[in-house]
């Protein structure tokens, strides 16, 4: 197999592959897919809807190993007073009173357009893009503050001040009955994980027994999916939906048309729950030596259906005029993998590359690598592909000497096909003997070639989904790796290298169809990668560069290897 009959593969490979990825959005869709309106942009945000009635989960089995049937709620109402506003140097979050409820969380470095002022909103409870982060207690005698009870606090605006390194907001919550509540929620500068504490102190006459509940509830968003807009909508291939984690089962995802059928319902330890969307995510970090409880659910609330995914702690027994707490961290913000293993284990899988992970993981572990050395993303990329090419040089060295050969041999294969005409079998024959004799290897440009389509796809994903390359500049007119070439430069300067390769590459033993279709390979490439993020199309062009630089050198050492010693001193 030559080289143009291996483009023809790659070309085949990469087309079946976008098939196959554009089928899964059209024919095997999330649920996010039900959400999307006729129009092509999302609908005017609506005021915030009330939570529904039965978004309060029942009580889980306490120590006696019983369930306790949670005590009827009554109507959910709205909230009644404004929200505590926290500002740290990473985030701006809303806090609810009723239920200490996180009810929007902006990202403050991480713009939603490049250029913009206005950040990414992660959390947020308007009823288009409803996503909140609830926590609150369960008890079996009904005495204990869930995510719809009201609670109180000494202000409304906390800020992290130059040289403050943490912020504290309490909210308290008092029962008749003598049950006291503190919630306190921890910001710490340059953080995005939040601590929640809820301190129960019991001053009743009887003991008190409970457990803590915390949850992600949200609808999924409404994505772009019109014409060229939608299809280079990055967003629409990446996973939205929930996600979990167990030392047993490692990294697990849950979609939103899974909820019904497969619902979670896990008793787990040093685990997380989590909801993810394209670059950033929300979790709930029990303590990592908590037995907890996960599930799934889905609500019904005045908006649509809403998908919920929980963790219970155990549950604890406090006697009268003593104190426990409960625990746990919340994670909201940007899938950092260098770093999210560290706040817990296997948190760093939330950046999903699927089915390339084995291949994306180490290909991002070196552009993190190589942008620590040159501080440039696209210089990152360059250095990878000087890396593959390295590592793969002998592989390209023996492809490039076969084609050398082949080009070598072109007019005895000329002489063959007018010698047997159309009688293929003894044309083949015939060639396959003339290789045999000059030592010569069809398959040798095959090799090289489909090693680099993984890597392509793997890099391609690593593209998709590594937030650090988001809206990452380049140099001159690429202001954007992770998106398409504005000008479509990449894509010409890659087309022109494909020529001028076929330039340098035999024909040999292609039928005229084969040919006819190796001359527009250039345009079609063009224009699939027209539509690729920019730092994709630079990893391929440059890839291509070299790899054409490198068969040039050896197929002139080659040619000037078999010329006589006069011609060539001449």
Request: glycine residues 6%.
């Amino acid at each position: 197999m030559n080289n143009p009959r291996t483009l023809l593969l790659v070309a085949l490979f990469a087309l079946s592959y976008l098939i196959w990825s554009q089928w899964q959005l059209d024919y095997n869709p999330q649920a996010q897919a039900t959400t999307v309106e006729d129009s092509a942009t999302p609908q005017p945000a609506k005021p915030a809807a009330s939570p529904p009635v039965d978004d309060v989960p029942e009580i889980g089995k306490l120590e006696s190993g019983n369930a306790v049937e949670a005590p009827p709620l009554a109507e959910a109402t709205p909230p009644t007073s404004q929200p505590i506003l926290v500002t740290t140097d990473v985030l701006r979050v809303e806090i609810d009173p009723r239920g200490g409820s996180l009810v929007s969380a902006e990202l403050l470095a991480y713009p939603q357009q490049q250029g913009s002022s206005e950040p990414v909103r992660l959390l947020d409870d308007e009823a288009a893009r409803y996503f909140v982060a609830q926590s609150g207690l369960l008890s079996s005698d009904g005495a204990a503050p869930n995510h719809q009870a009201e609670f109180t606090t000494s202000s409304r605006n906390w800020t992290l001040a130059n040289g403050q390194n943490r912020i504290e907001v309490p909210l308290t919550w008092q029962d008749a009955s003598g049950i006291q509540v503190r919630k306190t929620l921890v910001f710490e500068r340059g953080s995005y994980v939040i601590g929640m504490q809820q301190q129960v102190r019991n001053a009743s006459a009887k003991p008190w027994t409970g457990q803590a509940y915390r949850q992600l509830q949200r609808i999924p968003l409404v994505l772009d999916s019109s014409g060229i807009k939608g299809y280079t909508n990055t967003e629409r291939y990446s996973f939205m939906g929930a996600a979990w984690y167990s030392p047993e089962e490692k990294f697990q995802k849950l979609a939103f048309d899974k909820f019904q059928g497969e619902p979670l319902k896990q008793t787990v330890s040093g685990g997380w729950v989590a909801m993810l969307q394209h670059y950033f995510f929300a979790a709930w970090i029990p303590p990592a030596n908590e037995v907890d409880e996960f599930s799934s659910a889905q609500v019904a609330a005045a908006d649509g259906t809403r998908y919920v995914m929980r963790s219970f702690s155990p549950a604890l027994s406090i006697q009268p005029g003593t104190e426990q707490t409960f625990s746990a961290r919340l994670y909201v913000g940007p899938k950092l993998q260098s770093t999210l293993d560290d706040l817990a284990p296997g948190l760093s899988k939330t950046a999903d590359y699927g089915v390339f992970t084995v291949i994306s993981e180490p290909l991002h572990w070196l552009l993190s690598m190589f942008h620590k050395l040159t501080g440039n993303w696209g210089f990152a990329i360059i250095l990878l592909v000087l890396l593959i090419k390295a590592v793969f040089f002998k592989l390209s060295e023996a492809q490039y000497r076969s084609m050398a050969k082949m080009r070598k041999m072109q007019p005895r294969v000329a002489a063959l096909k007018e010698r047997y005409g159309d009688d293929r079998a003894k044309m083949n024959q015939a060639m396959l003997e003339l290789y045999q004799k000059e030592k010569i290897n069809p398959l040798g440009g095959c090799l090289p070639m489909l090693v680099q389509i993984p890597v392509f796809l793997g890099l391609y994903w690593v593209l998709l989904e590594s937030v650090e390359l988001r809206q990452a500049p380049f140099i001159l007119w690429i202001k954007n790796l992770t998106a398409p070439d504005p000008y479509y430069i990449l894509p010409v300067l890659n087309a022109l290298t494909m020529l001028a390769t076929q330039m340098l590459t035999p024909m040999t033993g292609m039928d005229p169809l084969q040919q006819k279709m190796m001359k527009i390979m250039p345009l079609i490439f063009s224009v699939l990668f027209a539509f690729f993020p920019a730092g994709l199309v630079l990893y391929w062009t440059v890839n291509g560069a070299l790899g054409l630089l490198q068969q040039w050198i050896i197929t002139r050492r080659i040619e000037a290897g078999n010329k006589p010693q006069g011609a060539a001193a001449s």
